[in-house]
């Protein structure tokens, strides 16, 4: 092969590869807010099943707090803290939080909480429990969770948010008593939490209170 050959050959791979960039490119951009709307729209999808009750009319994922470690949520890791107002006013908090003593690895818990402290729904995002005994917390599998609606930190009493086994009043799974303490244990602390730092997770609202 001459030595033009070699570079005709050698300009025509670059202009490919620069095509082909350039291609790419373009994708990237044209699927980049289509892909950003899609992910919004999944994070809402599960975020929606805690919020039961709640009236709101701000966005799902417009007023997100992250709670880096150390604080006192469960799991001591990243905490995100999804708030949602009704005509400015604060009316529930989500919270994504881990519970690190469930029976196979951490278990990743949402937990929806009423302004007044009441539970409005808890879903589980992500476990590794065995199928058939701890992970029948998991909605799709069972009630087990719905257990925690309509709950709060006085019904029952603090000493009594715990599983049956351990003289609390919430229901265990058979023969799995590990996965349902931890799910118990998180949204127990996530409560005392809420009770502790409602006017830091709501500070406009704490404001107004003192006016
Ligand atoms: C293969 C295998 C998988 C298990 N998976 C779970 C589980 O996902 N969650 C759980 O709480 N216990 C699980 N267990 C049972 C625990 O070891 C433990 O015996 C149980 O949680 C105690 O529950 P109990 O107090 O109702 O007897 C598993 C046990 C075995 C042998």
Known sequence: MSTSSIFRTGLTLAAIGAICTMLVAATYQATRDRIAANDKALLEQSLL??????????????????L???HELP???TALVYRVFAAGEPAAALFAVTARDGYSGPIRVLIGVAYDGTVSGVRILQHRETPGLGDMIDSSRSDWVLQFDGRSLGNPAAEH???????????????AS????AVVGA?????????????EIFPVAASEENE
């Open 161 to 175: 948010w715990a599983i049956r086994g351990d003289g609390g009043e919430f229901d265990q799974l058979t023969g």
């Open 49 to 66: 099943p805690a919020l039961a009750g709640i009236d709101y009319d701000s966005g799902l994922t417009d007023s997100l707090l992250e």
């Open 75 to 77: 799991g001591n890791d």
């Open 68 to 70: 880096q470690p150390p």
């Open 178 to 181: 590990i996965t349902p303490r």
């Open 187 to 199: 949204v127990r602390d996530t409560l005392l939490y809420f009770d502790a730092h409602r006017d």
